[in-house]
């Protein structure tokens, strides 16, 4: 995903769905967008305790349903190790992902600098 282009998109997309009565795991403020799957489920940080962020947790929506959250009650490195190990199943997510014939593509932010 694009990183800030995707946040501001989310960020948007959560306040109307904020401002039309949808209840979000969180604050707007304090859900910021990191992942995105094929099928369009987004993975968030749950940025709080604002003053600890080792104790930050993972909230999934899915695509197709935007009112059915999931959390994971745990940091982002355990998210993913649980997810791709399978010992956490997100509802939101095809039954068999991971896929098994093709692994998971990590692709590094890239900051690119306008002179």
Do not use: Q
Request: proline residues 10%.
């Amino acid at each position: 995903m694009n990183f800030p282009d995707a946040a501001a998109g989310a960020s948007e997309v959560l306040s109307k769905y904020e401002s039309s009565g949808e209840v979000l795991p969180a604050a707007v403020e304090r859900l910021l967008a990191i992942a995105v799957t094929d099928n369009g489920d987004t993975v968030y940080w749950v940025r709080e305790p604002d003053e600890f962020p080792d104790r930050w947790r993972v909230a999934v929506n899915g695509a197709r349903d935007f009112d059915e959250w999931h959390l994971f009650d745990g940091g982002l490195v355990h998210f993913l190790v649980s997810v791709f190990s399978r010992e956490w199943v997100a509802p939101v997510f095809p039954e068999d992902f991971p896929y098994p014939d093709k692994p998971p593509v990590f692709k590094p932010y890239e900051r690119r600098i306008v002179s």
